[in-house]
């Protein structure tokens, strides 16, 4: 197995550690278990000796979070498959950032998809991608609904209920954010729509889409004025709609 892929398996439960490295034992012949480990410390000194080409990382620990164990390592030079049952916003996140992950009761068939995954990566690292995710678990925007858009640095993760209205700009977005903050996405408004539909906003104008729980008051020239002095503007084919859901609120 000398070009196997070489890997570590972090999970504190036991019997989680083994089903895992059974199932790669008997259904990815070039991937090679060279160590586990059950805890950040003993997994931090596991990567250091072997240093592996992937680990498959739980998040949940005894002593720490599987982002701390990757937080201690100033350059992070192996893959990362996540293996987790963990919140429906930090999915999410790893779905936006394309990160590998596993949903616990893993399934063969993902499984093997994932190792593929790996495999045409052609040895390149995660590391923008895994920054960002790092960071967002820091600030703790994970726990809560959040929206991870792209821009000329990289990307970005907004809590929605941060977002105060998004203004389309040419082919690109503009996210207005509470702290008088903006973003600007790369990607076009109607990317955006149907993934924070469900939070609250809702279509006004070709250009706008606004958080109805920062909505403060609605003139007569067809203005909807927002919270921290942000104002949209109501189109005509919107208006019906927008004061029923408006009376709703």
Do not use: W
């Amino acid at each position: 197995m000398n070009n196997a892929i070489r890997a570590i398996v972090i999970d504190d439960e036991e019997p989680s550690r083994e089903a895992l490295r059974n199932y790669i034992s008997d259904f990815c012949s070039d991937v090679e278990v060279v160590a586990t480990a059950s805890s950040v410390k003993t997994a931090f000194k596991a990567i250091q000796k072997h240093k592996p080409d992937l680990i498959f990382l739980d998040i949940e620990m005894p002593d720490g979070k599987g982002f701390d164990l990757l937080n201690m390592f100033g350059a992070i030079d192996f893959r990362v498959i996540f293996v987790t049952a963990y919140s429906e916003y930090a999915i999410k996140a790893f779905r936006v950032n394309a990160i590998d992950y596993l949903l616990k009761p893993i399934k063969i068939d993902e499984l093997k998809d994932a190792i593929e995954k790996i495999k045409a990566s052609n040895g390149d690292t995660q590391s923008e991608k895994l920054s960002v995710i790092l960071k967002g678990m820091s600030d703790g925007v994970f726990f809560h609904p959040t929206l991870v858009v792209s821009n000329v640095k990289g990307f970005e993760v907004l809590k929605i209920n941060e977002i105060i209205m998004c203004k389309a700009n040419g082919y690109c977005t503009i996210f207005y954010l509470t702290g008088d903050r903006k973003v600007n996405s790369s990607r076009n408004l109607k990317q955006f729509e149907n993934q924070i539909m469900d939070y609250g906003f809702i279509r006004v104008h070709n250009s706008f889409l606004v958080n109805l729980h920062h909505v403060s008051s609605f003139t007569k020239q067809g203005e909807i004025i927002l919270t921290e002095n942000n104002k949209a503007f109501l189109g005509d084919k919107y208006k019906v709609h927008f004061m029923k859901v408006l009376s709703k609120k």
